[in-house]
């Protein structure tokens, strides 16, 4: 068995879509994972997106961020690194390799709900988000 959410994580991780919440908690508990990491954000109200929108940290307004639905289609997380959360791309890649390839796993073994593609801000050009990852529809 790998890393275990803490109580945070676990709450934030319980207002994501279950296909979230068993990617994350899959890939957490993996012996593969590269690193432990833990989970920043799920669902968002108005005034926290707006606030992150205003502050530079998202392009969207409420309520049209993944974030904004109840639950979540989206979840923020960051690698814990030394005891603190890391915001170095060379730890954010292979994590989210990791990630990815768990889905791919999951989807594979009939185990999402099979309506959603998995996406990582990491790759947007425009805007890359490194702890951001969104169910789409398929």
């Known amino acids: 068995m790998g890393y275990v959410f ?5 709450q934030r991780l319980q207002s994501c879509h279950q296909d979230l919440q068993l990617l994350m908690r899959e890939a957490l508990w993996s012996p593969d994972c590269p690193m432990d990491f833990t989970v920043l954000e799920g669902h968002r109200g108005e005034e926290r997106q707006n606030e992150l929108q205003a502050a530079g940290k ?12 109840f639950p979540s289609m989206a ?4 690698p814990w690194v030394n005891g603190t959360i890391s915001w ?15 889905w791919a796993m999951l989807v594979l073994d009939g185990r999402t709900s099979g309506e959603f593609k ?18 789409d529809p398929r």
């Open 75 to 78: 979840v923020d997380i960051a």
């Open 118 to 135: 998995l996406t990582w801000g990491g790759t947007w050009r425009s805007f890359p988000d490194g702890p951001h990852f969104q169910l």
């Open 58 to 69: 998202s392009q969207l307004r409420y309520p049209n961020s993944k974030h904004n639905t």
């Open 88 to 102: 170095d791309w060379d730890d954010f890649n292979p994590l989210a390799d990791h990630i990815l390839d768990t």
């Open 6 to 10: 803490g109580q945070r994580s676990r």
